[in-house]
Nanobody, 127 residues
Framework: QVQLVESGGGSVQAGGSLRLSCAAPGYITSTYYMGWFRQAPGKEREGIAI???????GYADSVKDRFTISKDNARNTLYLQMNTLKPEDTAMYYC?????????????????????WGRGTQVTVSS
């Protein structure tokens, strides 16, 4: 069973930063499209950042210019650098991957396209 393992979540004050990591098998980071989704209590899962097999990315408007998705194929790890965090960023953050070749922007609103998911890491931002 394929495993994606997120880490790096925690509690921070508004304006602070966190970097999330997602450890994945090597064939996932090098050949799959990967992304970060989040889900707050009582809300639907929201796509926030997608990266394709190269360096093309897509971001939700809510995190654009604050969050940066990247991956290190040598370390088999996907990252999400989160800056200027806001209380509304509080959620469980999930790493996901799909073998499908999709437009990063299009895939943000289609979590059903992603076949592989991690268990999530909690991010809590206090005001």
């Amino acid at each position: 069973q394929v495993q994606l393992v997120e880490s790096g979540g925690g509690s921070v004050q508004a304006g602070g930063s966190l970097r999330l990591s997602c450890a994945a098998p090597g064939y996932i980071t090098s050949t799959y499209y990967m992304g970060w989704f989040r889900q707050a209590p009582g809300k639907e899962r929201e796509g926030i950042a997608i990266i394709d097999r190269g360096e093309s990315t897509g971001y939700a408007d809510s995190v654009k210019d604050r969050f940066t998705i990247s991956k290190d194929n040598a370390r088999n790890t996907l990252y999400l650098q989160m800056n200027t965090l806001k209380p509304e960023d509080t959620a469980m953050y999930y790493c996901a991957a799909t073998p499908a070749a999709v437009s990063p922007g299009w895939a943000l609103s289609r979590p059903e396209v992603f076949a592989v998911w991690g268990r999530g890491t909690q991010v809590t931002v206090s005001s």
